[in-house]
Each structure stands twice: as structure tokens, then as C-alpha cells.
């Protein structure tokens, strides 16, 4: 006689399982070393370097260093393990839709960047800049594309300034779980205040340039989180804010490895 399968159960099983939740932890230390990277390369370019500050060029940049492709790999795999879990979490009937959908959103978010991660490691990159201006190139050329990257535009302007009140009002600390030392929870409230707003700047940044390029039409301007940084440095003061934004995100990126200790996962 052979036994029914319930498919509900067994996702419900699998997305349960702890040392699946363990393994998809790595994903946030990944989005770490990424933001840590991309911040490091923003400082760079703020002292008069020339680098590409962006998901592109960190991963180039790491690719570079010893042992790189070893990291890379490393990286792509806890991507691709938070992106699954994420996906698991939107399949199970007794999460609130929100939830799901938010699920859904992180699982999307996280299986791209673990493959791109994979194609640095394989010796395949990609220009994340030439991606965004093609992409709004094409875009541009409709009606309807047009009125979709203004939607796009505001949609990240809507995320920036989620981002910059969710640091500043330390709700990100709803997101994780006691760690039952004050030197930690000291460090992770700084970290997290600090970091959540700059990469909501960065957000806001690129969303505006989304605008802009359309209004005007012209794709070169919508060029990324590099062109965001660049513009950003263009201004007075530049150098200064571009420093100040680097470090936010070196701070991002510590708030993520604590994140990947401490989330509550639920």
C-alpha cells in the first residue's frame, strides 16, 4: 500500500527545519560582505579613487583579492540558501499574506543576488551600472515603460524613507532576538541606526535618478547605485556625505552579521 503524500507537509517540514534556518543565516552575513564592500569602494571614491560602487564592483573587487573565488562561492551559497528559505516561508498556508508576500520579496531579492554572486565566481560579471542604463533604455522607449520606471523611482523613494525611519526609530530591533549581552545589544542598536539610513539615502538616491533619467530621457543618468554614489559625490559638500554613506553601510553590513546571530527567523 503505498503511503499518500501531503505536499503541505512536507514543505511545511523542510521550511521548518532548523539546520535549514541555520544554513540560511549565511545569507545575511553575504549581504554583509557586499554592503561592507560597496561602502569601502564609496570611501574610495570620495578620496579620489577611481572604482565602480556598486553590487558589480564589490564583487569584482572581491574577486581579486586572495582566496576571493573561495568567498564568492561562499557568499553565493548562503544567498541562495536564505533566498530558498525565504521562498519556503511564502509557501506555508499559516503565514499572514503580508508575511508571504514578503517572503516572496526577500526570496526574490536574495536568489539574484546569490546567482550573480555564482557568475562573479565562474568567472562570468556583469556591469551592474550598463545593466540598469539598458534596462532603462529599453524601458523608455514606451509609454507604458516610461510611467513603470517613474513608478519604480517612487517605489524606492517609498523604501528609502522606510529604511531611514526604521533606523532612526530602531524598529529593526523587532526583526531579532535578545542577546543576552549589553555590549552586543549596544553594538547592534548603533549599528543598525546608523547603517538603516545610509543605505536608505543610497535607496533614495537611485530612485531619484530612476525620475530624473525618464523626465528627461535619457538612460545614461539612471546608471545605478554607482551613478547614485557619483552624483551624490558631484555635490557640496560630496566628498564629505559619500565618506559619511560609506561608513553607513560598513555599519549596515555589521548590523547584517549580527542580524544573521540573532533574527528571529519567524
Not at 499572514?96 to 565562474?122: N, Q, Y
Not at 564629505?240 to 560598513?250: F, M, S, W
Amino acid at each position: 500500500m503505498n503511503a499518500s503524500v501531503d505536499p503541505a507537509g512536507t514543505v511545511r517540514q523542510v521550511a521548518k527545519h532548523p539546520w535549514f534556518e541555520r544554513a540560511a543565516r549565511l545569507g545575511y552575513v553575504a549581504n554583509g560582505v557586499l554592503h561592507a564592500t560597496v561602502g569601502i569602494l564609496a570611501a574610495f571614491v570620495a578620496a579620489g579613487g577611481k572604482a565602480e560602487a556598486d553590487q558589480g564592483g564589490a564583487m569584482g573587487a572581491l574577486a581579486d583579492q586572495p582566496f576571493g573565488m573561495v568567498l564568492l562561492w561562499i557568499c553565493g551559497i548562503g544567498a541562495l540558501l536564505l533566498g530558498l528559505w525565504s521562498l519556503a516561508q511564502a509557501f506555508l498556508p499559516e503565514n499572514e499574506l503580508k508575511d508571504r508576500l514578503k517572503s516572496a520579496a526577500i526570496s526574490v531579492s536574495f536568489l539574484a543576488v546569490g546567482f550573480t554572486f555564482g557568475r562573479f565566481a565562474m568567472g562570468n560579471p556583469s556591469d551592474s551600472g550598463k545593466a540598469a542604463t539598458g534596462f532603462s533604455g529599453e524601458m523608455m522607449k514606451t509609454g507604458p515603460g516610461r510611467a513603470l520606471l517613474i513608478a519604480l523611482g517612487l517605489g524606492l523613494l517609498a523604501m528609502a524613507g522606510y529604511y531611514i525611519y526604521k533606523g532612526a526609530t530602531r524598529r529593526f530591533l523587532k526583526d531579532l532576538s535578545g542577546s543576552g549581552k549589553t555590549e552586543v545589544s549596544r553594538a547592534i542598536k548603533a549599528s543598525g541606526m546608523l547603517g538603516y539610513p545610509a543605505k536608505g539615502v543610497v535607496l533614495g538616491a537611485v530612485g531619484l535618478l530612476f525620475i530624473v533619467a525618464t523626465v528627461q530621457r535619457d538612460p545614461e543618468e539612471a546608471s545605478g547605485i554607482d551613478g547614485a554614489l557619483k552624483a551624490i559625490q558631484d555635490q557640496p559638500f560630496g566628498p564629505i556625505a559619500l565618506v559619511a554613506i560609506g561608513a553607513g553601510l560598513v555599519c549596515y553590513a555589521l548590523y547584517l552579521v549580527f542580524r544573521a546571530r540573532y533574527d528571529r527567523m519567524d
